[in-house]
């Protein structure tokens, strides 16, 4: 376990090694999630299936495509990120019914809707694997 979460509740730890292959997979190009295989729920790594419990999870890849589920417009952060400024934030639906929240790109506040269609786009970021969300 990470030093910085030692006191947090069991809930919110998130066990490196559960949360890894996530990142190698972006790395790859390549959008991840996992699936419980004993009731068959995806869900964002963490250490147990949210439903039933089950410690372990297979590792299953997302097609990337959905459709914008919620859309804000960030007009203040912190300063690392001011050069950003402003940037949308959309928490997209994807097809395997996952939400998903990241900044989106090459499109205007404006012009999006609740409802249209979106996908993920693989890039770096600050010199990390990322991702955002463009235009379907
Ligand atoms: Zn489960």
Same mark, same amino acid.
């Given at each position: 376990?990470?030093?910085?979460?030692?006191?947090?509740?069991?809930?919110?730890?998130?066990?490196?090694?559960?949360?890894?292959?996530?990142?190698?997979?972006?790395?790859?190009?390549?959008?991840?999630?996992?699936?419980?295989? *004993?009731?068959?729920?995806?869900?964002?790594?963490?250490? $147990?299936?949210?439903?039933?419990?089950?410690?372990?999870?297979?590792?299953?890849?997302?097609?990337?495509?959905?459709?914008?589920?919620?859309?804000?417009?960030?007009?203040?952060?912190?300063?690392?990120? *001011?050069?950003?400024?402003?940037?949308?934030?959309?928490?997209?639906?994807?097809?395997?019914?996952?939400?998903?929240?990241?900044?989106?790109?090459?499109? $205007?506040?404006?012009?999006? *809707?609740?409802?249209?269609?979106?996908?993920?786009?693989? *890039?770096?970021?600050?010199?990390?694997?990322?991702?955002?969300?463009?235009?379907?």
């Amino acid at each position: 376990m990470n030093e910085h979460l030692a006191g947090l509740p069991y809930s919110l730890v998130y066990p490196e090694s559960k949360v890894k292959p996530f990142w190698d997979n972006l790395a790859q190009n390549k959008f991840t999630t996992t699936k419980c295989p *004993k009731c068959g729920l995806l869900w964002p790594p963490k250490a $147990n299936c949210p439903n039933c419990g089950e410690e372990t999870s297979e590792w299953i890849e997302l097609k990337g495509t959905g459709e914008i589920y919620a859309k804000t417009q960030v007009g203040a952060s912190p300063p690392a990120f *001011k050069a950003m400024l402003p940037f949308i934030l959309v928490v997209g639906k994807l097809d395997e019914g996952i939400l998903v929240a990241a900044r989106m790109e090459k499109a $205007n506040f404006e012009d999006l *809707k609740i409802g249209t269609p979106i996908k993920i786009e693989i *890039k770096k970021s600050f010199g990390l694997d990322s991702y955002i969300f463009v235009p379907a």
